[in-house]
């Protein structure tokens, strides 16, 4: 599995970014993606996550209306959009293989993730 995120970057508060991942080493289209962040100094969230035919769930309430997740199944691809970015967005992001539910109880080392996009959202 490899998942390679990028986007990522320096962003006034209000302010858009657009993070891509690129996944390979599995059949792409088969699996739900999700995003994860972490914040500095703060353990890893789930933000959002995507099913293998496009339905979306969004983790944090304060994304919703602001971020959206997308797939291209073609092209193995993943995306988030993020408007209106909060300095509280600032953290690195993570694509990770597979979806996430509300009694997903797994540990953090057993969900393949790539090396992350940091977001810096500042004035």
């Known amino acids: 599995?490899?998942?390679?995120?990028?986007?990522?970057?320096?962003?006034?508060?209000?302010?858009?970014?657009?993070?891509?991942c690129v996944a390979s080493g599995f059949p792409y289209s088969d699996y739900a993606m999700s995003w994860v962040r972490q914040a500095p100094g703060k353990g890893?969230?789930?933000v959002s996550s995507i099913t293998q035919k496009g339905a979306t769930e969004y983790w944090i309430t304060d994304v919703e209306?602001?971020?959206?997740?997308?797939?291209?199944?073609?092209?193995?691809?993943?995306?988030?959009?993020m408007n209106n970015l909060h300095p509280g967005d600032t953290a690195r992001y993570y694509c990770a293989k597979g979806g996430h539910w509300p009694t997903d109880t797994r540990s953090w080392d057993s969900i393949p993730r790539?090396?992350?996009?940091?977001?810096?959202?500042s004035p």
């Open 44 to 46: 890893l969230e789930w």
């Open 1 to 20: 599995v490899q998942l390679v995120e990028s986007g990522g970057g320096l962003v006034e508060p209000g302010g858009s970014l657009r993070l891509s």
């Open 114 to 121: 790539g090396q992350g996009t940091q977001v810096t959202v």
């Open 65 to 81: 209306g602001r971020f959206t997740i997308s797939r291209n199944n073609a092209r193995k691809e993943l995306y988030l959009q």
